[in-house]
């Protein structure tokens, strides 16, 4: 054990030594070798949602503004649908395939070791439309890692998602929900922008389509972001969130609301904040004048 854990120290300082001075290119590098990231990064068993979901502490959008999204504020009745723990390939093919019937785009956040497995079911998710959120690769716990251990843990799965689609993937979620001040600055030091949830359908319950269509609806607003999963952890069955999805979506848009993803939100909040950073110095520039 203590051969394990002064491995663990000496891998962090070194890690930390090149990510300060090479980053971001090191830790792609880094990545490259199979043998660090299976002695750097720690695999959590923690197992289902209901066993490891921790209630929220420091409000971490108020510290971290420009990191951390929690809901948008758009001018139009709008929400976003976003679907945890995939792919696999059970639950993720049956909620694309409600989307499409419905025209609808949401953002999935993957686990680099699931997306791994089911390349083709990631391909699909882009291939119609939909955006890929970054879940980390082992489904760690990032409020109990080091910040190099979490740089490295996104860094992985954010190259899966490279080599599997060609594209970037900046847009995070913590399993769990866990994050604390340390790993949000790490995180958006890094570049990334954290998206978190409104409104939680507590599918990870393996409750009933009525359950979680009561979980989802009452609590819609105009810029609320939807948590559901399109993957279960063990003994996890998600048959009822899915049966609930198209109701879901037809109720909304009969109330006239359209669903947008991941990059709609974070362009949304880049032009309000351009728009109130305008009229701040006009009213400046005004002040000046008279």
Do not use: C
């Not at 079911?121 to 190099?148: C, D």
């Amino acid at each position: 054990m203590r051969t394990e854990t002064f491995l663990h120290i000496t891998v962090g300082i070194l890690i930390s030594l090149v990510i300060v001075i090479l980053r971001p290119q090191a830790v792609d590098s880094l990545l490259q070798s199979k043998w660090l990231g299976e002695i750097a990064l720690p695999r959590y068993t923690d197992g289902s949602e209901r066993e490891s979901r921790t209630p929220e502490s420091t409000d971490l959008v108020s510290l971290f503004p420009d990191v951390i999204i929690r809901q948008w504020r758009p001018e139009a009745n709008k929400v976003a649908l976003t679907f945890d723990d995939g792919p696999d390939d059970i639950y993720t093919p049956r909620i694309l395939d409600i989307l499409s019937e419905y025209d609808v785009q949401a953002t999935f956040f993957l686990i680099g070791s699931a997306a791994e497995k089911h390349r083709d079911i990631v391909q699909r998710i882009r291939k119609e439309g939909h955006e890929i959120g970054n879940h980390t690769y082992f489904h760690s716990n990032l409020s109990r890692m080091a910040p190099w251990q979490i740089l490295l843990d996104l860094g992985k799965a954010r190259k899966v998602f490279s080599d599997i689609t060609g594209e970037d993937v900046i847009v995070v979620r913590p399993p769990y929900g866990a994050l604390d001040p340390p790993a949000a600055k790490a995180i958006g030091d890094e570049g990334y922008n954290v998206l978190l949830w409104t409104v939680d359908s507590l599918d990870w319950w393996g409750l009933s389509k009525e359950e979680v269509i009561g979980n989802v609806l009452p609590k819609v607003e105009s810029g609320v972001i939807v948590l559901q999963h399109s993957s279960g952890g063990p003994d996890e069955d998600l048959t009822g969130s899915v049966d609930a999805l198209p109701e879901i979506i037809e109720t909304l848009q009969s109330k006239g609301y359209s669903f947008h993803t991941a990059s709609e939100i974070l362009e949304d909040i880049k032009v309000q904040n351009e728009l109130k950073k305008k009229a701040e110095e006009d009213a400046k520039e005004r002040a000046r004048e008279s």
